[in-house]
């Protein structure tokens, strides 16, 4: 059984950076594609981003390219969501979330994920 733990969420000026971590274990976390989805009040949850198994590919939302940079630390068996530039609209909670698959498999498909931390809070305001 593979658990999920997010950190690094917080209050944050317009413009501001965080970075999210996501912390696996209880299974062996290489054998997991990772992805990061997002919930706001009132709205559905939304893929954001996610990378490989190999760490190779990575996809993005269309509304955070250019501002988020996903990565993963094999040794540490966590995965950053590294979000620059942030807008009030990224206000929400940001879960992490783990699904088997092929090597370089990535998806933005909340239901291929079976495994899902606890969620963090983002706030973006002035």
């Known amino acids: 059984q593979l658990q999920l733990v997010e950190s690094g969420g917080g209050l944050v000026q317009p413009g501001g950076s965080l970075r999210l971590s996501c912390a696996a274990s209880g299974s062996i976390p290489d054998y997991y594609t990772i992805a990061w989805f997002r919930q706001a009040p009132g709205k559905k949850r939304e893929g954001v981003s996610c990378i490989s198994r190999s760490g190779g590919s990575t996809v993005y939302a269309d509304s955070v390219k250019g501002r988020f940079t996903i990565s993963r630390d094999v040794v540490k068996s966590t995965v950053y969501l590294q979000m620059n530039n942030l807008k009030p609209e990224d206000t929400a909670v940001y879960y992490c979330?783990?699904?088997?698959?092929?090597?370089?498999?990535?998806?933005?498909?909340?239901?291929?994920?079976?495994?899902w931390g606890q969620g963090t809070q983002v706030t973006v305001s002035s």
């Open positions: 979330a783990a699904s088997g698959g092929g090597w370089h498999r990535v998806s933005l498909v909340s239901n291929e994920y079976n495994y």
